[in-house]
């Protein structure tokens, strides 16, 4: 009798995380107001040179994320102007926890209730309006580290952690690295070969019908490089040379 009634209450609770899921899914690609996502930037390594830039950081630094997904929107046409609004808060305390690069499923579920436990904490800020996407922005000294950790931008429970370089001079640089992230969130799929970070053809490329087809001027968001020869990729320096391609339309729902 007991068992029966624990394995109806664990699978009680299952559906109401799987419904919570289809929920948030379905409101963050429904496109009929603007999506709000909350940007948390953080010190990513503790140092005296990223704290100076987080004070330094203000909405404006953020405007052209905005203006990505409004000219990408429109181009798909989209009714609403500005699909996405970007609400930048104070930096805050506390780092969400760590994925270990060696981590298997079992450490990466544990990892994901971890960090929707931290981000339901952290991004409760007093007098502000919450925001229905969370992103983490840990900034980094590029002096310190050659190359950012990687990101995770994560659908279920709508978080991602970003890691960025905390130099104005790759402002347009870690604009792009959001945006691909906050289209993890609402679905979308990585476009590049995960062994060589290279973009995948055809659907990795902005213009891929072009003749001749290197170099490509412009990146997919989900491949965030662009083709320059067969053997070469490099990243465009701003949003202005990014474009969101069909298939990520789909998967974000912008087309059907
Ligand atoms: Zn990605």
């Given at each position: 009798?007991?068992?029966?009634?624990?394995?109806?209450?664990?699978?009680?609770?299952?559906?109401?995380?799987?419904?919570?899921?289809?929920?948030?899914?379905?409101?963050?690609?429904?496109?009929?107001?603007?999506?709000?996502?909350?940007?948390?930037?953080?010190?990513g390594?503790?140092?005296?040179l990223t704290?100076?830039y987080?004070?330094a950081l203000?909405?404006?630094d953020f405007?052209a994320?905005?203006?990505?997904?409004?000219?990408?929107?429109?181009?798909?046409?989209?009714?609403?102007?500005?699909?996405?609004?970007?609400?930048?808060?104070?930096?805050?305390?506390?780092?969400?926890?760590?994925?270990?690069?060696?981590?298997?499923?079992?450490?990466?579920?544990?990892?994901?209730?971890?960090?929707?436990?931290?981000?339901?904490?952290?991004?409760?800020?007093?007098?502000?309006?919450?925001?229905?996407?969370?992103?983490?922005l840990?900034y980094h000294d590029p002096a310190?580290l050659e190359h950012a950790?990687?990101?995770?931008?994560?659908?279920?429970?709508?978080?991602?952690?970003v890691h960025l370089f905390a130099d104005p001079s790759m402002a347009g640089s870690n604009g792009i690295v959001i945006?691909?992230?906050?289209?993890?969130?609402?679905?979308?799929?990585?476009?590049?070969?995960?062994?060589?970070?290279?973009?995948?053809?055809?659907?990795?490329?902005?213009?891929?019908?072009?003749?001749?087809?290197?170099?490509?001027?412009?990146?997919?968001?989900?491949?965030?490089?662009?083709?320059?020869?067969?053997?070469?990729?490099d990243m465009p320096r701003t949003l202005?040379?990014?474009?969101?391609?069909?298939?990520?339309?789909?998967?974000?729902?912008?087309?059907?």
């Open positions: 009798m007991w068992k029966t009634v624990r394995i109806f209450l664990l699978l009680l609770v299952l559906l109401a995380v799987a419904l919570h899921s289809w929920l948030d899914a379905r409101a963050t690609q429904s496109w009929q107001e603007p999506l709000w996502v909350g940007l948390f930037p953080l010190n390594d503790g140092s005296a704290q100076q987080l004070a203000n909405a404006r405007a994320i905005e203006d990505f997904f409004a000219r990408e929107g429109k181009r798909f046409g989209l009714k609403l102007e500005q699909p996405v609004h970007v609400e930048l808060y104070p930096p805050g305390p506390k780092l969400p926890p760590a994925l270990d690069p060696g981590a298997g499923p079992l450490g990466i579920a544990w990892w994901s209730l971890k960090l929707r436990w931290f981000a339901a904490h952290a991004a409760e800020v007093p007098g502000r309006a919450p925001s229905r996407i969370r992103l983490f840990l310190t950790p990687d990101s995770h931008g994560l659908q279920k429970g709508l978080i991602g952690v945006a691909h992230e906050l289209l993890h969130t609402v679905g979308a799929s990585d476009k590049y070969d995960l062994g060589s970070g290279a973009p995948r053809f055809p659907l990795g490329y902005a213009d891929r019908d072009q003749q001749p087809l290197y170099p490509q001027e412009r990146a997919e968001i989900m491949a965030g490089r662009r083709a320059v020869s067969a053997y070469q990729s202005a040379s990014v474009v969101v391609g069909p298939e990520t339309a789909l998967e974000i729902r912008w087309t059907h």
